[in-house]
C-alpha cells in the first residue's frame, strides 16, 4: 500500500518536481495557493487542492489520514521581506509552519519534513556543518531558524514524531518559472540568454555556491519517508559537497544554450550579509539516510535548459542575489 503524503506548496518548483517524480510512490495531496506556483508545474494524475497552508479548515480540504507531510510553502527567498514590509512574508511563513504542525498533532501523522535554509549560515566557514552556531543574516534566514526551534520544542512535548529540517543549498532545475526574479540564478542566467539579454553577474563572478539539482532533493526527501529510524527534531545539509562560481555557471549555461552572449559584470549593490561562498558538508545526511547526490551539473543545466517553457515566466529581475 501506497504511503500517502501531503505536500504544501505542492504546485511550486520543489513541491512540484517531488509530487511529479514521486508518484508512483506515493499517493500524494499537493496543497498550493499559486502565489508561487503554477498548478500546469504538476502533472494531470496528482489531487491537487487550491488552499493556503495558513489555514487549517484549508489543510482540512486535503483530508486528514496522511503518512507524511512535506511542508514547502511560505516565502522562499530574502527579497520577499525587502519589497512591501515583513508582516505578510513572516505570516505565510510562520504560521503555515506552526499550522502544519498543529495539523501534524491533531491527526497523529507522525513525520513532517520542512524546508529550512542554508542562508542560515551567512559567511560561516566552509564546508558548512549542521552543528556550527548559526546567526541569521536577514529576515528570510530567521523564519527559518523559528522553525528549527519550533520543531525541537513540539518534538521535546511530542517525542513520537519526526520532524525533519533540510537546509538547502541552491536548488535549481525545471519548474521554476512561477517564482521569476525569486527564482534560481541558474535559471535567471537561462531566461537571461532565451531573450537574448546578456546576464548579469554582481562583481567578478568569483563567488561560488553549492548548487545542487531538484531530484537530489527530492531523493533525500524520499529516503527520509522510507527510513526506519527516528529522528525528532533533526537538522540535515541537502548539498553536493562541491561549490561552483558564478563564472563557471554561465559558461555552462552559454554552451548548454550554445549561445555566444557574454555577461555583464556590475558593482555588487548588496553592502550587508552578501555571501561570498557556499558548500556544504553532506557526512550526516550520507551516514544518517544514505544520501549520494546524483546530477552533475553540466547535464542538470542541459536538462534545464531542454524543458524551458519561456510563456510561463513569469517577472525577473537583476535584484536577485547573485
Same mark, same amino acid.
Given at each position: 500500500m501506497k504511503k500517502r503524503i501531503l505536500i504544501t506548496g505542492g504546485a511550486g518548483f520543489i513541491g512540484s518536481n517531488f509530487c511529479n517524480l514521486g508518484q508512483e510512490k506515493y499517493d500524494i495531496v499537493a496543497l498550493d495557493n499559486l502565489f508561487l506556483g503554477d498548478r500546469n508545474n504538476l502533472d494531470k494524475a496528482i489531487t491537487f487542492v487550491e488552499g493556503d497552508a495558513c489555514k487549517q479548515e484549508d489543510l482540512e480540504k486535503c483530508g486528514t489520514d496522511f503518512d507524511a507531510i512535506i511542508h514547502l510553502a511560505g516565502s522562499s527567498s530574502a527579497p520577499m521581506f525587502n519589497e512591501n514590509g515583513i508582516t505578510e512574508p513572516y505570516r505565510n511563513s510562520v504560521v503555515s509552519f506552526t499550522q502544519v504542525l498543529d495539523f501534524a498533532v491533531k491527526n497523529n501523522i507522525r513525520k513532517v519534513l520542512y524546508a529550512s535554509t542554508s542562508s542560515l549560515y551567512g559567511n560561516n566557514p566552509i564546508p558548512l556543518t549542521e552543528n556550527q552556531t548559526v546567526i541569521p543574516p536577514?529576515? *528570510?534566514? !530567521?523564519? %527559518?531558524?523559528? *522553525?528549527?526551534?519550533? $520543531? $525541537?520544542? !513540539? $518534538?521535546?512535548? %511530542?517525542?513520537?514524531m519526526d520532524i525533519i529540517g533540510f537546509r538547502f543549498m541552491s536548488v535549481y532545475g525545471p519548474n521554476e518559472e512561477a517564482k521569476g526574479k525569486y527564482a534560481n540564478i541558474i535559471s535567471q542566467f537561462i531566461w537571461d540568454i532565451a531573450r537574448q539579454t546578456a546576464p548579469v553577474i554582481y562583481g567578478d563572478g568569483t563567488q561560488n555556491r553549492d548548487f545542487t539539482h531538484v531530484s537530489d532533493v527530492v531523493q533525500a526527501l524520499q529516503l527520509a519517508i522510507e527510513s526506519d529510524q527516528h529522528f525528532g527534531a533533526k537538522v540535515f545539509n541537502i548539498g553536493t559537497g562541491k561549490a561552483h562560481s558564478l563564472n563557471e555557471i554561465v559558461s555552462a549555461v552559454v554552451d548548454a544554450m550554445q549561445s555566444d552572449i557574454a555577461p555583464i559584470y556590475i558593482e555588487n549593490p548588496v553592502k550587508e550579509g552578501y555571501v561570498r561562498g557556499q558548500c556544504a558538508d553532506i557526512s550526516k545526511i550520507k551516514d544518517e539516510l544514505g544520501y549520494a547526490p546524483q546530477v552533475q551539473l553540466a547535464d542538470g543545466i542541459r536538462d534545464q535548459v531542454a524543458k524551458l517553457r519561456p510563456e510561463r515566466i513569469r517577472q525577473t529581475s537583476s535584484d536577485e542575489l547573485r
Open positions: 536577514n529576515h *528570510y534566514a !530567521v523564519t %527559518k531558524h523559528l *522553525y528549527e526551534e519550533c $520543531a $525541537a520544542c !513540539v $518534538a521535546r512535548i %511530542k517525542p513520537q
